[in-house]
């Protein structure tokens, strides 16, 4: 099995026997092992140090091993860390729950010491595989943000040259495309090397979805440039703004998530208004992710939908910097970059504001700003559950 040095196992169990067993076994290869004898040592433990694998002893007095668990998938820095349990080889009740709750695998307290270090190898390299895939995967979010962010940007600086548009859209959405599609069969090479109940599936999920969202936001350049054109009809129905929203906050987990930003959301039921589901997507998805792109690290982000009388109000607030004075003279005008900054690095070239509040209007709606500079925004949505033309 080679150095075992920079494996650290944390082993979870009330039993002073059981731990000097375990622990004699595994560093006899070499394993930097660590005990806790009950849950909240564990987790204070889990809190300040970092392992590689938790052996945890479902029952123990007070905090048993699923209360354990649960807390740390709560925890971002201990979600996806794998945890064996150690039960009763005939208690298959509680084996069936641990596997449902995202235990990888169990032990009992007499598992001869050949299957324990079997075992325990298995699931460091599976867990060591598993970090490797997920810088990769991070790496490719982070491509998908900045191919995004620079075909948005492409379009909106060539929107003044209308002799150019067509040629530059049937250009980009060409090249982009195909970037696209080189990503997706990149997530689906990943997905299968992974273990189908890997935690990282649903991350490649997320990554391949964002790869359709952006093949979607070039439909809707398209779409945008006909209706400049006066040929760009909306493709109305009945829209949730609820579930929509909530879509959209899912879509932008995992940018957060890269800046250090919470999203924080309250959405109430049966907020439905009558319009284009793309179209509304967009106003949405501007204001979230402005919100996330203007934010310090370690601040939140609250996105609330809600229904007031005959209106349905969206509510973006972030904890940034805010607007001046002067911003809010220039908030919905082409190609005016305001005064605060992209936290991440990310490009802002002044037309998604602008593109927003057309997309409101196009709803016979309203959209509001509240900010004072240094104290963050709030921006409020109103669109009319029963619109007239």
């Known amino acids: 099995m080679g150095s075992n040095r920079n494996n650290r196992i944390l082993i979870v169990d009330d039993s002073e026997e059981t731990i000097s067993v375990f622990s004699n076994i595994l560093r006899e290869w070499d394993y930097d092992i660590t005990y806790a004898m009950d849950g909240p040592e564990a987790l204070s433990m889990l809190k300040e140090n970092n392992y590689e694998l938790v052996l945890l002893d479902i029952k123990m007095p007070g905090m048993d091993g699923f209360a354990v668990l649960e807390e ?75 191919v995004y962010e620079k075909s948005k940007a492409l379009y909106e600086e060539l ?83 609820g579930e929509l929203a909530g879509e959209v906050v899912k879509q932008h987990r995992e940018y957060s998530r890269w800046k250090r930003i919470h999203i924080e959301d309250s959405i109430e039921n049966g907020c439905v208004v009558y319009g284009d589901r793309m179209v509304l997507e967009e106003i949405i998805d501007n204001l979230v992710s402005n ?9 939140t982000v609250f996105v609330s939908i809600s229904k007031a009388g005959n209106l349905v109000k969206i509510v973006v607030k972030d904890e940034g910097p805010g607007f001046t004075r002067e911003d809010k003279v220039n908030l919905y005008k082409k190609y005016r970059p305001l005064s605060a900054r992209p936290t991440g690095g990310e490009l802002s070239v002044g037309i998604g504001l602008y593109i927003t509040r057309d997309y409101v209007e196009l709803h016979n709606g309203a959209i509001h700003l509240e900010s004072i500079h ?3 925004a709030l921006f409020t949505v109103d669109l009319p559950v029963n619109r007239t033309n």
């Open 72 to 146: 740390m998938r709560k925890n971002e820095k201990t979600a996806y860390l794998p945890v064996i349990f150690i039960s009763q080889w005939d208690d298959s009740e509680n084996i069936v729950k641990g596997f449902k709750m995202g235990g990888r695998d169990f032990i009992s307290k007499d598992t001869p010491p050949e299957v324990l270090l079997a075992r325990v190898d298995t699931h460091l390299k599976l867990h060591h595989t598993s970090l490797i895939v997920n810088n990769e995967l991070l790496k490719v979010n982070e491509k998908l943000y900045g």
């Open 374 to 376: 240094g104290s963050g």
């Open 291 to 299: 919100a996330i792109k203007f934010s310090p690290p370690g601040k």
């Open 159 to 241: 929107t003044n040259a209308n002799e150019l548009k067509k040629d530059f859209l049937n250009f980009a959405a060409e090249d982009i495309l195909n970037y696209l599609a080189a990503i997706q069969g990149y997530t689906d090479y990943i997905k299968m090397k992974c273990e189908i109940d890997d935690p990282l599936q649903k991350m490649i999920d997320k990554i391949f979805k964002s790869s359709e969202k952006i093949s979607k936001k070039l439909n809707e350049i398209r779409d945008k440039a006909a209706r400049e054109s006066g040929k760009r009809k909306l493709e109305e129905s009945h829209v949730d703004i």
